[in-house]
């Protein structure tokens, strides 16, 4: 079975524990105004053209396929999404596996949300597990319960994103309720499952979620960590290189925001990190 990928990082420290590879899957089943990932949210292969980077060489003149970047010495030229077969991709990571051994880490599914594409990534995630290698599923929610029912078995985290409570508030950002979301959170809690909360923090448009999201927590009996991250507008670029409007606003959430937040999630007993001094 082939999965398409967006792009692989090696040694990552933000999603989730020890040393991990993040894979990010092609496609998304929400629009986040403040997506930072933008070329993981077409399920599609995409070419990004970053004109800083060109030296107009001319090496990528006359082709009739300009989706690999590998003719282009500056990188000016950026193919996202790659076909992996389950095994060819579980052995590239496993050459990693002391790493993660000796830090406590693994594999980070990410995306995009890398459970549209439910049998590959059960598929992968079987097979890392088959070798000893942690596997984490990082997921906005926005998903079939079936979905979860696969993967649930070979998974060892989830980190699961929480944008807001306020179902008017969570369309406004992303496009979509959050029914499904909040049900899907239900369930895996019910199963018993190791979940990380994440609640990306945006100045101005999901700040007031705060409160809302610890009560709803308390409510489901949650025992375990929320992980309060700090908005930032960096990926702007990607946006026009890949042709893309750029949604991200044009706000600062600072330091003293994320620990607003993160204080107002405690006061429910919730335990509750700022991402920004955690990382």
Known sequence: MKGLISSIKRMEIHDGDGLRTTIFFKGCTLKCIWCHNPESISPMEQTAFFSV???????CKGEKNKSTSLKCPTGALTHFGTEYEADKLCEILAKDKAYFDNSGGGVTFSGGECLMQADFAKELAEK???KG?????DTCGYIKK???EKIIPFTDKFLYDIKAIDSKVHKECTGKDNDLILSNLKFILEKGCDVEI????VKGYNDSEAEKIGEFLKKCNFS???KVLQYHDFSGSRYEALGMENTMPKVF???EDVESAVNTIKS???DCINGITED
């Open 53 to 59: 980077k060109c030296a107009s060489c001319g090496l």
């Open 128 to 130: 890392l597990k088959e």
């Open 133 to 137: 290698i942690s596997v984490y599923i």
């Open 146 to 148: 079936e979905a979860f």
């Open 198 to 201: 994440r609640y990306p923090l």
């Open 224 to 226: 375990g960590k929320v």
């Open 253 to 255: 959430t600072s330091f």
């Open 268 to 270: 429910f007993s919730v």
